[in-house]
């Protein structure tokens, strides 16, 4: 069974920019939570979505947003790029009875310069 | 609100020596409660995770994590450590969001090192 894909694995892009991440799920799960992970601020929860509705949002401004398709694949979109956002974004899915056992994939790593 | 702390940024072992990675928790009622590992430029791998029940859980590579609610702490130990499990620890809990739904909070993680 294929475990959680994000792509792309590496991203480059200039401040002031947008940018867009996937995340596709293990087969059969449904919820789909996005986080950020930066060596100050360690792992920080973005949002998390459950059959195509967000159910829990973090701490963040406005420019991270996040969408949910039905076939439980998510994506995250970053606009107006700061150097701060510069980060390994990680997606975890999991059945979505409440966040007991998740699975994460390997991380998009998004460099802002 | 729910959170976790790990104390200890870093920690050196020597290879064979035993490990115990220590996590804190906070929360009113039993916690669910997580060990994961993460590996240079990976993504997180589930260790073990105790929900209720046994206080002494089994997880995968050799760990297991003791819950003490007297102590409110999740420990992470190994009898014997090997090279490979020189990695990022993260202990995590189930918090409940203002939502009615729960998501997880993560320490801010241990980096084991492990000397030869």
């Known amino acids: 069974k294929a475990g959680v894909t994000q792509t792309p694995r590496y991203l480059i892009k200039t401040r002031g920019q947008q940018v867009t991440l996937s995340c596709s799920p293990i087969?059969?799960?449904?919820?789909v939570s996005w986080y950020q992970q930066t060596p100050g601020q360690g792992l920080q929860f973005l949002f998390e979505y459950f059959s195509e509705t967000q159910r829990n949002k973090g701490n963040f401004p406005g420019r991270f947003s996040g969408r949910q398709f039905s076939n439980s694949r998510s994506e995250m979109n970053v606009s107006t790029l700061e150097l701060g956002d510069s980060a390994l974004y990680l997606c975890?899915?999991?059945w979505g009875q409440g966040s007991t056992e998740a699975f994460f994939g390997q991380g998009t790593r998004l460099t802002v310069v | 609100a729910q959170s976790v702390t790990q104390p200890d940024i870093h920690i050196t072992v020597s290879e064979g020596a035993s490990l115990e990675l220590r996590c804190n928790y906070s929360?009113?009622?039993?916690?669910?409660l997580f060990w994961y590992v993460q590996s240079p430029g990976q993504g997180l791998q589930l260790l073990l995770k105790y929900f209720s029940g046994d206080t002494l859980v089994q997880g995968i590579k050799g760990f297991e994590a003791e819950f003490k609610r007297s102590q409110s702490s999740f420990n992470l130990r190994k009898p014997s450590v090997h090279w490979s499990d020189a990695a990022e620890y993260f202990c995590?809990?189930?918090?409940?969001?203002?939502?009615?739904?729960?998501?997880?909070?993560f320490g801010k993680g241990t980096m084991l090192l492990v000397s030869p």
């Open positions: 087969s059969g799960h449904r919820s």
């Open positions: 929360y009113g009622a039993t916690p669910y």
């Open positions: 975890a899915s999991s």
């Open positions: 995590a809990v189930v918090r409940l969001m203002n939502s009615g739904y729960s998501t997880l909070t």
